[in-house]
């Protein structure tokens, strides 16, 4: 069975700090993986896909880092912004969806 | 092109009884996904379908079922409600292609309150 998990489970920068999340899953036999942003009460929005042969993938401020056989990913956040500030859960794929249960990131103004 | 759309945005129900959660994917997505997320966790699978028929389920009991369309559409039923079924009820769609997986794009849920 897979198990996701994220580290740390919450995390306060102030603006400007680059942010650093983490990701390990137990099972490498996975399609790809995604990270998603997540508000308060709402839908997940998707930021970055890495495909399982991929090692990493870029999207403005946002990096992800892919590490099939140590079973990690990272995602970056470069120059956080208060709007930064959510939930930020990180998904393994094969039929379905794993997730982890997500980090939260507090951007202070 | 709207993205996954799902009804109703909030749902109040006592337990015991029963309740029909719907879903729309994506523009040219033809697999629907349902997951449950209760409060602080990640979501959790429940089950996926495509051709309208239920092809993979997660670990819940059988008073989760669903139904896929014609038009790709899926609803969620929930059955004999219990306290623990409270949630975000959340679904995804995909394209599907056969032995791999796309990019999921999620609705915005429905918020379920079992009293």
């Known amino acids: 069975k897979q198990e996701v998990t994220q580290i740390p489970a919450a995390l306060s920068v102030p603006e400007g700090e680059n942010l650093v999340l983490n990701c390990s899953f137990t099972d490498s036999a996975i399609y790809n993986l995604q990270w998603f942003r997540q508000d308060p009460g709402k839908g997940l929005t998707s930021l970055l896909l890495i495909q399982s042969s991929q090692r990493e993938q870029t999207s403005g401020r946002l990096n992800a880092s892919l590490d099939k056989s140590s079973g990690r990913s990272t995602l970056y956040i470069a120059a956080s912004q208060p709007g930064d500030s959510a939930t930020y859960l990180c998904?393994?794929?094969?039929?379905?969806?794993?997730f982890g249960a997500g980090t939260t990131v507090t951007v202070r103004a | 092109d709207a993205g996954v759309t799902q009804s109703p945005t909030h749902l109040i129900k006592t337990r015991g009884q029963q309740v029909t959660l719907r879903c729309s994917p994506k523009s040219g997505h033809d697999t629907v996904s349902w997951y449950q997320q209760a409060l602080g966790q990640g979501p959790q699978f429940i089950f996926q379908y495509y051709e309208e028929e239920e092809r993979q389920r997660g670990n819940f009991p059988d008073r989760f079922s669903g139904h896929q369309f014609p038009n790709y559409s899926s609803e969620l039923n929930v059955n004999a409600l219990l306290l623990g079924d409270s949630a975000l009820y959340l679904c995804?769609?995909?394209?599907?292609?056969?032995?791999?997986?796309?990019?999921?794009?999620f609705g915005p849920g429905t918020r379920l309150t079992v009293t």
């Open positions: 998904a393994v794929s094969d039929y379905k969806l794993s």
């Open positions: 995804a769609s995909s394209p599907r292609v056969q032995g791999s997986s796309y990019e999921q794009y």
